[in-house]
């Protein structure tokens, strides 16, 4: 597939860790949350080997905090995901799946409960804030619901708890999955979080002082010379192997959180008041009619995936499902997938074909990921 | 500036041009409402000159709708915009700012009423439709509110005219601006509208029928070749020019329609039910404390333009403003640029201190647009 230049324009902004990703050579981005994303900085299949060895450092400054602060906002938060929050403690974090009134999947962010009155959403690729803010209207809550400046940054990878405790003190080893500690950096306290968009292991460090942005970096990069640190991003490779799902590759609004395999993050039936409760409380009850899968995909590397790829039923031809995600895992020795199967094809090992850009192609359905 | 590439994933959707856009040797593209959207073919320079003098078809098809329709959509579509909606007629489009409840704009999109009860909201780059869907959710509206697979094309530039009537007959020429006709294309009738993104006039095609994009674009570029038609994309040069707003770039959420210039399609006191309205009333009454202006920047041309560049009031050095686009113009042998500057600030021929990326120059401020 060709490749294209990113036309650049203050609507796509920077973070504060753009010019020291440019310094250290980034040659792609993405845009997310009308934001840079860095894409690759040498090749995927070598990003990747390092991750699996070493640690990266990712400006992930495009995963903007939605700040709900006020006397409902436990309520509030309640209204957007079918996961049930009560048990939700400050100090912890919690992957939600956020659906609108149909049920469908608005986004898929982590919620950091920072006080009993307070939370961060840190928010996929689509603009949550405004369904946020006009359900606070609508309701006439009392709460505060704004955009703060905050980018986080990722360090990831098996080095992970070496390199940052280097630079934040040995406690950061202690910080469980999924919580988060405030440690200091240069006087001011920051939000680190035991989590991060890889299976790696790894921290997000949630960035509110753009100005502390560079010496951050610097002091990563210094810290871990000799645990061999670059800068990297999420690795499509990894991310497909391990089936860590992106929203709008993956899931859309069309999508229940059932379909997307989140059912285990849903407790429908105690999640009083989310917004999307009536229509899935059947869902929550059946199960879906369809859902994510990984799959294998046989033959050479496949081209980049840029659009749904039609899974067919290899006996009838009619269309059973769709793959969203796929690359040439070096690791498994072939291409690696994810996609949406319908119910009577689910089962591990079926065998479908797949209409590739390049041909037909066989795929063979798997109940876990790769990794 | 360095040029990156775009990372390529489904979540950056294709529009049924895409293929067309391609093989006719797109070089960048940016990322607009989550979907491509050309950004240069040539050089921003040529296609300029072009624009100005033949006829260009743009894939605009990032441009997506929301579709409100039923009982409430009038009400629904008051709530979201100062500008009274009432003498708005079916057949008729109306540039609608959209305002938040504390009259921020969320989005500058036209409206396109199709019918009493139906309308089309052909949004600018922000997930509008999660406010609407929240409000009518809120409000228990009796309205369907959607993203229909609606693809603009637009054709810009002095021989649209020409061009559009050879494909959709001499009734084309009657359509007013910002007015619409259904006119048949293989069968099927497509709205088309006097509209577009340049001072060069044309039209927009809106496309509900994904299979006619290629026999549309082919159709336009056959019935044009003596008329040298060719594809193209909105021209930062030209629409800085004529001060055509961009959201995202000129204004956030952070500024009022007034400070964005935009007063003359607010009617605050008559648009009973937007949920700005409380807000904006005093500002439609004081006015804004500060305001879009063009800038002419003296000196070589600037660099791109990717953030905010600061004003400073060249004689105490108090930041007075800022310059979110600016590119040199052939036409007018100077940089142009548009800007926001405090009321003492704004009147004409004002010199101001431009800090741009690579050193101090003098920008003067100019009450009207270039062209």
Chains 1, 2 share one sequence.
Not at 26 to 41: D, E, I, K, T
Not at 359 to 364: D, E, L, T, V
Request: glycine share 8%; charged share 25%.
């Amino acid at each position: 597939m060709a490749e294209y230049l990113l036309m650049r324009a203050r609507r796509i902004r920077r973070t504060p860790f753009s010019d020291r990703v440019e310094a250290a050579g980034v040659q792609a981005y993405s845009v997310y949350n009308h934001m840079l994303l860095p894409g690759r900085f040498t090749t995927a299949e070598d990003e990747y080997r390092h991750l699996k060895t070493r640690v990266q450092v990712w400006d992930v400054g495009c995963e903007r905090q939605i700040e709900v602060r006020g006397r409902d906002a436990a309520r509030l938060l309640q209204m957007l995901t079918p996961r049930d929050l009560r048990p939700l403690m400050a100090g912890q974090c919690a992957y939600t799946p956020m659906v609108d009134e149909t049920g469908g999947m608005l986004n898929d962010p982590v919620t950091v409960k920072l006080a009993e009155d307070r939370f961060w959403i840190s928010i996929a690729d689509s603009d949550l804030l405004l369904w946020v803010k006009a359900l606070a209207y609508g309701f006439r809550l009392e709460v505060d619901v704004t955009e703060p400046d905050v980018w986080p940054l990722a360090v990831q990878g098996p080095k992970a708890d070496d390199l940052v405790s280097r630079v934040f003190g040995e406690a950061v080893r202690d910080i469980r999955f999924f919580r988060f500690y405030r440690l200091p950096f240069h006087g001011h306290d920051l939000v680190i979080a035991r989590s991060g968009y890889s299976k790696q292991g790894g921290f997000e460090i949630y960035l509110d002082r753009g100005e502390l942005a560079e010496p951050l970096w610097d002091a990563l990069m210094e810290a871990g010379q000799d645990l061999q640190v670059r800068p990297g991003c999420p690795n499509l490779i990894e991310r497909i192997e391990g089936r860590l799902l992106s929203y709008g590759n993956d899931m859309t609004r069309e999508n229940t959180p059932h379909e997307c395999g989140l059912g285990r993050f849903c407790n429908t039936l105690t999640a009083i008041g989310c917004v999307g409760r009536d229509a899935l409380l059947r869902v929550a009850m059946d199960g879906p009619l369809r859902q994510i899968r990984s799959l294998a995909i046989e033959g050479e590397p496949v081209p980049a995936c840029v659009g749904p790829w039609p899974l067919h039923d290899p006996t009838s031809g009619e269309r059973v499902g769709q793959v969203t995600s796929a690359v040439w895992s070096p690791d498994f020795r072939t291409n690696v997938a994810i996609g949406m199967v319908d119910l009577r094809y689910w089962n591990e090992g079926t065998r479908l074909q797949l209409e590739a850009p390049d041909g037909p192609r066989w795929a063979n359905v798997r109940e876990a990921p790769f990794a």
